[in-house]
């Protein structure tokens, strides 16, 4: 990581901010950077069973800093990683494939290229006041971080088509109406910072291989979906963890997983 993001791990949640605050978090190549080295390092913390994903001061991110690409900035300073993605769409694909639960925190904006990383989460909780757009084409350019494999499962293809046409402001219970969030809350870093430690007190494993299976479901076939839900069933069921659950089911009391 760098000065662009900041990583607490706290009963296994991972707080993830984006640490920018004085330009509302906008993306420069330092943050390109940044976002994509904490995903590549979350990626390899079997600890950490659940992170939340948010941005300092006023907004959550205000997509990206023009100023810097006017400057020749960029954030393809690498190739295609092995789920096919370059830098700036990693910054997005990337939480949508790390093997644990990504909760989004948003608040203030989420414009563009903010939206398309928020987008890459499994959950998202946004504040009322919250303003969104996809905003790439007022710049005369072209949504190109990951959104559109996302926003496929999440939103109506002509919903989709004028938001990213128009570039339009949207608020909070359009962007909830339309499925790109999840639910609205007055406190989104509390709500999702709760929702969290719910997640992180199930089993490890069967979090990590419903997560496998979600990201399977809007496109797989319905055979090999069929097959992935056994194969996946089967690495839990009569383990540790899945005994657990079921003693401390019975017994009313807190599981006490291992990862």
């Known amino acids: 990581m760098n000065d662009r993001v900041t990583i607490t791990i706290v009963d296994q949640v991972a707080d993830v901010r984006l640490a920018r605050a004085d ?46 690409m006017a400057a020749g900035g960029s954030g393809t300073g690498r190739g295609r990683n092995d789920q096919g993605s370059i830098l700036p769409q990693h910054v997005t694909w990337g939480w949508r494939n790390l093997p644990m639960p990504v ?37 005369g350019l072209v949504p190109d971080m990951a959104g ?22 949207f608020d909070a219970a359009e962007a909830l109406a339309h499925g790109f969030i999840t639910r609205i809350a007055g406190d989104p870093h509390a709500a999702a910072i709760e ?26 076939d319905p055979r090999v979906m069929l097959e992935a839900e056994t194969d996946e069933q089967v690495k839990v069921i009569g383990k540790p963890n899945m005994m657990e659950a079921v003693a401390a089911n019975m017994a009313r009391r807190a599981p006490v997983f291992v990862d």
């Open 148 to 169: 559109f494999p996302i926003w496929r499962g999440l939103v109506r293809d002509d919903v989709l088509r004028e938001l990213v046409y128009t570039a339009r402001e």
């Open 195 to 220: 929702l969290a430690r719910t997640i992180a007190g199930r089993s490890p494993h069967a979090i990590r291989g419903a997560k496998r299976l979600c990201n399977m479901a809007h496109d797989a």
């Open 23 to 68: 330009k509302m978090n906008a993306i420069d190549p330092a943050m390109f950077a940044g976002i994509g080295a904490a995903i590549d390092s979350l990626a390899d913390h079997t600890d950490v069973r659940c992170v939340v994903l948010s941005g300092e001061g006023r907004g959550f991110c205000a997509g990206l800093d023009m100023t810097s």
């Open 103 to 139: 909760i989004a925190a948003v608040h203030g904006v989420a414009f563009g290229g903010g939206f398309q990383i928020m987008s890459g989460a499994d959950i998202r909780i946004a504040a009322p006041d919250t303003r969104f757009a996809i905003r790439e084409v007022h710049w």
